[in-house]
C-alpha cells in the first residue's frame, strides 16, 4: 500500500513492485528492545510500478531474510527484468515475507 510516496507492506496483502534503481543507504534507528540507537543499512528500490500503475514510489527493508531473497537481483540490476511480488507474513521480530519474481514480458 502506498503512503504518500513510500510503500508499505500490509500483513498478508501481497505488492507486485517493479524496480528500476536500488541504494544502500545506512540509516540511525532506535533499537526496540534497548531503546538505544543503532546503525542499520537499509535496501532502498525506486518502485516505478505497483500492483500495475504508475508510480514514483520507495520501498525500503532492514530485514536481512527479505534482503536475501533480493540480492541475487541487485547486481548488475537484474531486478530491471522482473517483477516482484512481496508479502509480509506475521508481525515484529516474527515477520517473514515471501517474494515471487516473475519476468517481465
Not at 30 to 49: C, K, Y
Not at 79 to 97: H, M, N
Amino acid at each position: 500500500m502506498p503512503l504518500g510516496n513510500i510503500v508499505i507492506l500490509q500483513t498478508g496483502q501481497p505488492e507486485r513492485m517493479h524496480f528500476s534503481d536500488h541504494t544502500i543507504e545506512t540509516r540511525t534507528i532506535t533499537d526496540p528492545a534497548s531503546a538505544r540507537p543503532q546503525v542499520r543499512n537499509t535496501l532502498v528500490m525506486e518502485v516505478v510500478i505497483l500492483n500495475g500503475a504508475r508510480v514514483n514510489a520507495r520501498f525500503s527493508t532492514m530485514a536481512e531474510g527479505l534482503y536475501s531473497k533480493l540480492e541475487p537481483y541487485l547486481a548488475g540490476r537484474k531486478y530491471l527484468d522482473y517483477d516482484f511480488t512481496i508479502t509480509a507474513v506475521g508481525e515484529g521480530f516474527q515477520r517473514k515475507y515471501t517474494v515471487l519474481v516473475t519476468p517481465v514480458t
